[in-house]
Each structure stands twice: as structure tokens, then as C-alpha cells.
T-cell receptor, first 113, second 114 residues
Framework: GDSVTQMEGPVTLSEEAFLTINCTYT??????LFWYVQYPGEGLQLLLK?????DKGSNKGFEATYRKETTSFHLEKGSVQVSDSAVYFC????????????FGKGTKLSVKP | DTGVSQDPRHKITKRGQNVTFRCDPI?????LYWYRQTLGQGPEFLTY????????KSRLLSDRFSAERPKGSFSTLEIQRTEQGDSAMYLC????????????FGDGTRLSIL
């Protein structure tokens, strides 16, 4: 079946450091890929998405490219801020009649000033 | 939009009791989803509705769990005869029913079983 694997956390970085959170997937079809973020005490929020191979999703300085050849969707940011401290979840979904998302376990990011 | 609203935020109950959670989706969203999230894990899909029709149920949704969306607006998730293993965050999400629409999540209901 389909699945999502994320790098283990926690990840601790200094402010302005470069961030990469790895995400790979296994899929039987051609899913859309998502990154969701969960800030402390808040619900999940969509960070970015990509709907087909080679698409790049971007938002708030974060980027991820849908790589079909490596089945990956790694999240990157060039310069993290303390306010980026959160748990990041990679997910895949098909839409249409198959509505549910399949999530990775999440990666906790802590950014120190 | 006002966002997805879930009630209550926290529920503490004794093992064996029944509990019911409510979710109010974003008003123009036809689809409504329920997920369960345990500590250190990502959300796991339970079930989803297209309007009032329950279209898919996960094998995680045992016979003790039932979900309804009677008028295609709000939804309820009931757990009967709660067990320790039911302790989790229960998340509701909603989306439009066109292709590749993102799901918008509520803040969740945290269930603790004593």
C-alpha cells in the first residue's frame, strides 16, 4: 500500500541556517504531495503542495519539488527563523473518490536564536 | 471563512463510557474527514463524507466507532465503550470536492481515557 517516510527528528538548527527535511513516498498511482505544519498548540495547516511530477510547491520561503524518479518531496528553506519551530508532516493524497491523506510521522524542528 | 471548528477541545472520561465529538466544517466544503493522531505519529485516516454520504471507512474504525453527517453540514464521531487505546487527538478536516483541493484541519479534540 501507499506510505510516506520522513526523516527522524527532532531537528535543531540555529537561526538563519539552511533546512532540509527529507520525505520519500511509496505510491500505487500518481498522488498529489503535501507538506503540513503544526505550530505548538495549533492545528495542522497546509504549507505547500505539488500535484504532479516536477511541480514545485512554495510558501513562506519553504520549497519542495515533486521528484517522481526518486519518489521524494524534500522540504527546504534557505534561512530558518525561530518562528519556524513546529512539527512538519509530509503527506500524499489522490483526491477524487479516494479522499484520505496518508501522513508521515512528522519531524519536529526547533530553531534556536 | 471561519475555519473548521471542533468541540470539545479536551475530553476526559472513564474507560467504558461513551463519548461524542462534533465537527463543523468550512461552510462551502462538501467533504469532511476524520483522522486520529497519537503522540509522535502522523494523523491516521478514519473516515470521510461527501455531503451526507459516508464514502470510505478505514479498518481502524472498529465497530465501537460511528460517524454521522446527517444534513451534510456538521458531523459527529461517537466512540462507545471507550478503551485505553482510544486515547488520542481526533482531528476533523474539510475540503471542496474538486480534484486536488487541500484539506483544512480543525484544532482537534484530545481524548484521555482514565
Amino acid at each position: 500500500g501507499d506510505s510516506v517516510t520522513q526523516m527522524e527528528g527532532p531537528v535543531t538548527l540555529s537561526e538563519e541556517a539552511f533546512l532540509t527535511i527529507n520525505c520519500t513516498y511509496t505510491a500505487t498511482g500518481y498522488p498529489s504531495l503535501f507538506w503540513y505544519v503544526q505550530y505548538p498548540g495549533e492545528g495542522l495547516q497546509l504549507l505547500l503542495k505539488a500535484t504532479k511530477a516536477d511541480d514545485k510547491g512554495s510558501n513562506k520561503g519553504f520549497e519542495a519539488t515533486y521528484r517522481k524518479e526518486t519518489t521524494s518531496f524534500h522540504l527546504e528553506k534557505g534561512s530558518v527563523q525561530v518562528s519556524d519551530s513546529a512539527v512538519y508532516f509530509c503527506a500524499l493524497g489522490y483526491g477524487g473518490s479516494q479522499g484520505n491523506l496518508i501522513f508521515g510521522k512528522g519531524t519536529k524542528l526547533s530553531v534556536k536564536p | 471563512d471561519t475555519g473548521v471548528s471542533q468541540d470539545p477541545r479536551h475530553k476526559i472520561t472513564k474507560r467504558g463510557q461513551n463519548v461524542t465529538f462534533r465537527c463543523d466544517p468550512i461552510s462551502e466544503h462538501n467533504r469532511l474527514y476524520w483522522y486520529r493522531q497519537t503522540l509522535g505519529q502522523g494523523p491516521e485516516f478514519l473516515t470521510y463524507f461527501q455531503n451526507e454520504a459516508q464514502l470510505e471507512k478505514s479498518r481502524l474504525l472498529s465497530d465501537r466507532f460511528s460517524a454521522e453527517r446527517p444534513k451534510g453540514s456538521f458531523s459527529t464521531l461517537e466512540i462507545q465503550r471507550t478503551e485505553q487505546g482510544d486515547s488520542a487527538m481526533y482531528l476533523c478536516a474539510s475540503s471542496r470536492d474538486t480534484s486536488n483541493q487541500p484539506q483544512h484541519f480543525g484544532d482537534g479534540t484530545r481524548l484521555s481515557i482514565l
